[in-house]
T-cell receptor
C-alpha cells in the first residue's frame, strides 16, 4: 500500500518551460488536492478534485492546470513556468473533502530560474 | 486572510519537557487537523478532531469549539519530536480543502 506517490522530488525549470507534477494514490480516495508551501506562509490550495472528471480552483490557481481522468491520478501542470512558482508542492488525498484524515505525498521541490 | 493563528512560531525546549502548541481559528469548521513535518520531509497527519480530546502515545490534541481553539501537547518530549507542527482545518461548507496555519517550529535539545 504505497499511499500517495508524488514525482519528481526535485525539479529545476527554466522560465517559460512547462512540466507536469505527478500524483497517484492507491487508497481509492475521492478527494485529491494540490498545495504549495512557501517560506513564512501556510500551505495554500492550488486546485482540488472531488472525484474523477471533477476539478475546481483553490486559492492560488493561476499558472496551473489539473485534470482527473481516473480516481487514482491527479497531475498538476505548469503551463509556462515563472520564478514566482518556485516552491514546494504537495499533493494530498482523503476519502472525502471533510472530516477525514488527509494523506500527503513527499513533496516536490521546484526551482524556476 | 489569517483565519488560523498558531503560537508560538518557534519553540526550543529541553528533552523531557511538556510541550504545548496552540491554534486559534476565526471561522466555523467541520474538523481540525494537526500535522507534522520533519525538515525536508513530507507531511504526516497526527490527529483529526471535531470535538473533545484525542491521545496517541505521548501526543494529546484538544479542541474547544466554542472558543475556536485547539492545543497539541507533547509529554516527555524527545529530540525526535523536533519538527514543524501545523494546524489546519476544513470549513463547514464547500469542498475547498484544508486551510493551514504557518506552523510551529519545535526543537527539542538533548
Amino acid at each position: 500500500n504505497a499511499g500517495v506517490t508524488q514525482t519528481p522530488k526535485f525539479q529545476v525549470l527554466k522560465t517559460g518551460q512547462s512540466m507536469t507534477l505527478q500524483c497517484a494514490q492507491d487508497m481509492n480516495h475521492e478527494y485529491m488536492s494540490w498545495y504549495r508551501q512557501d517560506p513564512g506562509m501556510g500551505l495554500r490550495l492550488i486546485h482540488y478534485s472531488v472525484g474523477a472528471g471533477i476539478t475546481d480552483q483553490g486559492e492560488v490557481p493561476n499558472g496551473y492546470n489539473v485534470s482527473r481522468s481516473t480516481t487514482e491520478d491527479f497531475p498538476l501542470r505548469l503551463l509556462s513556468a515563472a520564478p514566482s512558482q518556485t516552491s514546494v508542492y504537495f499533493c494530498a488525498s482523503s476519502y472525502s473533502d471533510r472530516n477525514t484524515e488527509a494523506f500527503f505525498g513527499q513533496g516536490t521541490r521546484l526551482t524556476v530560474v | 486572510k489569517n483565519e488560523v493563528e498558531q503560537s508560538p512560531q518557534n519553540l526550543t525546549a529541553q528533552e523531557g519537557e511538556f510541550i504545548t502548541i496552540n491554534c486559534s481559528y476565526s471561522v466555523g469548521i467541520s474538523a481540525l487537523h494537526w500535522l507534522q513535518q520533519h525538515p525536508g520531509g513530507g507531511i504526516v497527519s497526527l490527529f483529526m478532531l471535531s470535538s473533545g480530546k484525542k491521545k496517541h502515545g505521548r501526543l494529546i490534541a484538544t479542541i474547544n469549539i466554542q472558543e475556536k481553539h485547539s492545543s497539541l501537547h507533547i509529554t516527555a518530549s524527545h529530540p525526535r519530536d523536533s519538527a514543524v507542527y501545523i494546524c489546519a482545518f476544513t470549513s463547514g461548507g464547500g469542498a475547498d480543502g484544508l486551510t493551514f496555519g504557518k506552523g510551529t517550529h519545535l526543537i527539542i535539545q538533548p
